[in-house]
Structure formats: structure tokens, C-alpha cells
T-cell receptor, first 114, second 111 residues
Framework: GAVVSQHPSRVICKSGTSVKIECRSL??????MFWYRQFPKQSLMLMAT?????????EQGVEKDKFLINHASLTLSTLTVTSAHPEDSSFYIC??????????FGPGTRLLVL | LAKTTQPISMDSYEGQEVNITCSHN???????ITWYQQFPSQGPRFIIQ???TKVTNEVASLFIPADRKSSTLSLPRVSLSDTAVYYC????????????FGTGTRLQVFP
């Protein structure tokens, strides 16, 4: 299957700082990328959908000014958690797909806000 | 988007066949059925995808009845390493459609 990477794999930051997470499709061009968040013992929750070169579409209840998404190329999308707080601590997972394939997921990024 | 219903958890022993059934009564004509496996602190891993009848790959089989209102993931001869959460998702996989994750089925394999 297709390979999707995320960087960093884990990050610890102080409350009030911003954190950027990268998602890359390594062996294919992703027309669409998705960002999910997963809390312990819970399922994945879709945060937003991003298409290359256009603004992301956020799910209800997800603050677009807090979770900035940039999809500048067909192989890279970034999620920036601005002014992070302890309640933003979670496991963030991206996925990527082309128009004729299913979604392939990255390995996830563990964020801990102190 | 079609909602899916799966058992919350299942237990099995090594070497047994495990069948996990997913209900999706409101599946649309263009929807495909996709199963993912997730280990703790990892992203979901694609297992299998199908539209109707039976699909088989090196990892699993997917059985879909004619009305497509349910599907069954079959894992032959499970091992301890198959202990994971299995998610059934329904969506238009060949368009830019989002996938909504349900609760998944937590499979525990015992020695």
C-alpha cells in the first residue's frame, strides 16, 4: 500500500506555544488529505479535509483559527496547533488519498502540552 | 454518510478463525466498504476493501451479501499479533469523500 509519513512522531510543548505537524505522502500524489484526532481509548475523530491549493474544510466544532491546515503541495500537508493548551494533548493522525484510491494513514503524532 | 455498527469487543484464541460483522443499513449505491486495523499509538492500517460479494487478499476475506447492508471481515487463523481494534467504514472511496470512524471492534487474541 501507499506510504504516508508524519513528523514529528511525538512532541512535548509548553502551554501557549504553537506546534506544527507535517504529513507527507511518500510514493504518491495526494489530492486530498485528512486530519484526525484520537483521545485514549476512543475512536478517530475527523477534524478537517484539505485539498491541495484550497482552504481546508473543518468539521463542526473544530476551530479553524486554532488548528491551521496548509496543503501547499500534492505531497505535503501541515497542521499547526496554535496557542496549545493541555486539553489539546492528543494523538493526531493524517491520511492521504488520490482520486482513485482509498485513504492511507500516517503513523500518528503524539502531542503533550504541559 | 452511512453509519456503521460493530461489536465493541471480541475474544479469540490463537489459530482460530475470527469473523467480525459490521452493519451498515443505510449504505449508498456508490459506497465501498473498507476495513482498517489499528494498534495502540499507531495509525490505522488498510486491510481490505470491497463493493459486493467476496474479496480476498493475503491478510483477510471480506464477505458482502447481495443487499450490502452488512459485511463480515474474516481473519483466518489469528495470532497474538492480530490483537488490535478493527474499524469498518463505509464511503465513496473513489471520490474525495471523508470517512467517519465508528467505535470499532477491539479483538483480543489469547494464547
Amino acid at each position: 500500500g501507499a506510504v504516508v509519513s508524519q513528523h514529528p512522531s511525538r512532541v512535548i510543548c509548553k502551554s501557549g506555544t504553537s506546534v506544527k505537524i507535517e504529513c507527507r505522502s511518500l510514493d504518491f500524489q495526494a489530492t486530498t488529505m485528512f486530519w484526525y484526532r484520537q483521545f485514549p481509548k476512543q475512536s478517530l475523530m475527523l477534524m478537517a479535509t484539505s485539498n491541495e491549493g484550497s482552504k481546508a474544510t473543518y468539521e463542526q466544532g473544530v476551530e479553524k483559527d486554532k488548528f491551521l491546515i496548509n496543503h501547499a503541495s500534492l505531497t505535503l500537508s501541515t497542521l499547526t496547533v496554535t496557542s496549545a493548551h493541555p486539553e489539546d494533548s492528543s494523538f493526531y493522525i493524517c491520511s492521504a488519498k488520490t482520486s482513485q484510491e482509498t485513504q492511507y494513514f500516517g503513523p500518528g503524532t503524539r502531542l503533550l502540552v504541559l | 454518510l452511512a453509519k456503521t455498527t460493530q461489536p465493541i469487543s471480541m475474544d479469540s484464541y490463537e489459530g482460530q478463525e475470527v469473523n467480525i460483522t459490521c452493519s451498515h443499513n443505510n449504505i449508498a449505491t456508490n459506497d465501498y466498504i473498507t476495513w482498517y486495523q489499528q494498534f495502540p499509538s499507531q495509525g490505522p492500517r488498510f486491510i481490505i476493501q470491497g463493493y459486493k460479494t467476496k474479496v480476498t487478499n493475503e491478510v483477510a476475506s471480506l464477505f458482502i451479501p447481495a443487499d450490502r447492508k452488512s459485511s463480515t471481515l474474516s481473519l483466518p487463523r489469528v495470532s497474538l499479533s492480530d490483537t488490535a481494534v478493527y474499524y469498518c467504514l463505509v464511503g465513496d472511496a473513489y471520490n474525495t469523500d471523508k470517512l467517519i470512524f465508528g467505535t470499532g471492534t477491539r479483538l483480543q487474541v489469547f494464547p
